[in-house]
């Protein structure tokens, strides 16, 4: 698909299983983004990952370090109804083991990249848990700016967005 300096994204195959279910199932990654996902949940996660792939050509897509493989986590875009509207959402989530080495940050600007330069895509938008401080600087990094608050997960979610720069106002 695509790449940043350290990292390789692609398409979710079935020999992610394992790193997938490990990530979701770790309460300490999980803790602003949903409940842990079990198995089953995960599965099911897959599925509609291949269906998004399918039926819009975008999707979450596994990080990988470029020099072997080695699974670092998730990053991609979903389609997602916000106050009766369609955004195409956009977010991450890393294996613990990635913490602390700039993984977040080069993959959502790699993401955001391949979204407007390859994708065309005219607008990002991400629901961050407003104490998750980390990925919020990663958003206002990017550029994306709050645009209100929603409940989501049975809590209040932030809603930051971003507009494609190269996407001209029609007057």
Known sequence: MFSSDRLHFREITEKDRESLEELFSDPDVMRFADVTKTNRE??????QSYRDYR???VGFWVAEK???????????????K???????????????????NGYGKEAAYACRNFAFEQLAIDELTSIIHPQNIPSIKIARALGMEKQGRICKHRQRMDVYSLKNPACRKVT
């Open 42 to 47: 995960t599965g099911e996660w897959m599925e």
């Open 55 to 57: 039926s819009f050509g």
């Open 66 to 80: 470029r020099g072997n493989g080695e699974f670092v986590g998730q990053c991609g875009f979903r389609p997602q």
């Open 82 to 100: 916000i106050k009766g509207q369609i955004h195409m959402g956009f977010g991450y989530l890393l294996a613990r083991t990635a913490w602390g």
